[in-house]
């Protein structure tokens, strides 16, 4: 037997490749000697590949054959002395799997049954042996052989996608578990640290000096934004893997509008920004856990103080939609705006926009909206951005409103 040269992936292109002579194997499987050696003339003789042709009579004699050597193409009698040659070739597919070469079924009468069992069986062509000439059997089986090629390159490139997809998992599995052990690990020390300055710095270990003092304030500061750091993995990682759920009850916006103003005014002041809440007089009660929509709107009025400059202004609104049973809540500022091409990354995990500018309005990990949008996904709804570079920007989102069906399970 001849040795094995079938063609490799890389040769694919030399079938674009005018005056090239590629290498191919192909198994042709008909009892009739006196058509197998004619075919085998029409394939010698093709300008374009240099076709290897081994023949088999029969069913046994091809499997055999198979089962040592590979191919680039078989081509089949319709009918074999020992089994219908649509039955060879679903057997071939059996043993072979993904690694079956493409096939042309060959039948003496061409009728339409063999035609329809031929595309059943999986053949990638049908040629009734009265019309093949040289012309026409190049023509298909070149045909047959670069479909072929083309779904082994797309098979590996399948095969090399989803490796390069589990290999992403993976690390991603291993950064989510770094972070929550380092989170887990680094906290307890970390309050421990908290404790001891503040105990220092307090007076309470001796006396100490106003100098002295100052800097304590600035390490329990930078504690502080450690431990905020932290808690936002921690919660990010309770999110990612289901363990965060939300108890949605009636309850008031208007409380969640007084505590989140509170909270905001001192840094709106001091940077002479104007923080407006267009607070609706007897908005009904919606669905959600309060506490959870406070940690939202904290985050999204904090940002835009963040990233306004004096003298600009921060617009808390809301509205009844849809007839009544929606409140869309919004957060408008007058601040630097965000590049169009970063709109749709605002949400992502660690994203920041402009990280140095980031770092002069005050530290972030780029944490706060992606877990702001995870809240605001529980509670049903989407949190969105519309934003115009040095113009502003307008976060906001949905909350149902309280029904009265949803009012009597609470009373």
Known sequence: MEPTTSLSLNETDDYLSPGSR????????????AYCFLCKRYL????????TVISAGTTAEALAIC????????VIDYRLPDMMGTEVIKMLREKMGHTMPPTIV?????GEEAAIEAVRSGANDFLAKRNVTQQS????????IEKG?????????VKELEAANQLLIKRNDEIKRFYHTV???VKTPLTAIQEFVAIVAD???GPIEEEQKTILTYALESCEQISTHFNDLLELSRFETGKMTIDPKPCSIHDVFDHCVVAATPASVAKGITLTVNDQLQLPLVMMQSNRIIQVLSNLINNAVKFTDSGGSVTVDSELIDGGRLLRLSVRDTGCGIPETDTGKVFDRLYQVNPANDQQNGPGMGLGLSIASEIVALHGSALEVESELGVGSVFSFCLKTATDEDLLQVA
């Open 203 to 205: 007076g309470l270990a």
């Open 44 to 51: 010698r003789s093709d300008d374009s590949f240099q076709h």
């Open 183 to 185: 989170s887990h690990e």
């Open 106 to 110: 060959f039948t003496a009468d061409g």
């Open 22 to 33: 590629v290498k191919t194997r192909i198994l042709l499987i008909d009892d009739d000697e």
């Open 149 to 157: 090629m083309l779904r082994k390159s797309l098979m590996s490139r």
């Open 67 to 74: 089962a040592v050597d590979t191919f680039d193409c078989i």
């Open 137 to 144: 059997l190049c023509r298909a089986v070149k045909n047959t």
